[in-house]
């Protein structure tokens, strides 16, 4: 089945500083990779995602960059604020499924420092 | 709309009790997911459902049984409650992929505790 990497565990950065997370992929047959967001005793909440054959999106201030061959896929927040502290997830799902067949990775946790 | 919601928010068991974990959604979606949440492990797949009647394997179903009677309900049952299932979990929902969209939405939770 999929496994999915993401790199930091944590990471701390000021605020107004750019943060980025990186996850990587095992099953080349995934096609859609979302990312959430957790806040502390909250439900995960999607803030972007991203499908094969797209290399880059961006919302605002997020980002999603992909890159196919080498299966790994990155999360860039710029211009960080506090209320960006939480939790984030990558995920990964194959293409013969659709969506309800999310494989996420381990989690990062965000903190922006004042 | 109320989304996807869940019920109890927390529970606690105790080793070898049964429960059922209640999820329902009001959007009409068709896929409904039930994932676990431990700490450093992010969320894994117990089991979920293309459509009323159809379910499937997770990455970790043992231990859980799910039924799709109605589109709006996916009830979790643990059978014989253990510690090891001491978790979150959290219920979403998606719409089809002919409609385009891939959200999954998820519900508020519940904390189950099995002593």
């Known amino acids: 089945g999929e496994n999915v990497e993401q790199h930091p565990s944590t990471l701390s950065v000021q605020e107004g500083d750019s943060a980025v997370i990186k996850c990587t992929y095992s099953?080349?047959?995934?096609?859609?990779f979302p990312w959430y967001k957790q806040e502390l005793g909250k439900r995960p909440q999607l803030i972007i995602d991203i499908r094969s054959n797209v290399g880059e999106k961006k919302d605002q201030r997020i980002a999603v960059t992909l890159n196919k061959t080498a299966k790994h896929f990155s999360l860039h927040i710029t211009e960080t604020q506090p209320e960006d502290s939480a939790v984030y997830f990558c995920?990964?799902?194959?293409?013969?499924?659709?969506?309800?067949?999310?494989?996420f990775g381990t989690g990062t946790r965000l903190t922006i420092i004042p | 709309n109320a989304g996807v919601t869940q019920t109890p928010k927390f529970q606690v068991l105790k080793t070898g009790q049964s429960m059922t974990l209640q999820c329902a959604q009001d959007m009409n979606h068709e896929y409904m997911s039930w994932y676990r949440q431990d700490p450093g492990m992010g969320l894994r797949l117990i089991h979920y459902?293309?459509?009323?009647?159809?379910?499937d394997q997770g990455e970790v179903p043992n231990g859980y049984n799910v039924s799709r009677s109605t589109t709006e309900d996916f009830p979790l049952r643990l059978l014989s409650a253990a510690p090891s299932q001491t978790s979150v979990y959290f219920c979403?929902?998606?719409?089809?992929?002919?409609?385009?969209?891939?959200?999954?939405?998820f519900g508020p939770g519940t904390r189950l505790t099995v002593l």
């Open positions: 459902s293309v459509g009323a009647g159809i379910t």
């Open positions: 099953d080349s047959a995934s096609n859609y």
């Open positions: 995920a990964a799902s194959p293409g013969n499924f659709g969506n309800e067949k999310l494989t």
């Open positions: 979403a929902s998606s719409s089809s992929r002919t409609s385009g969209s891939h959200e999954q939405f």
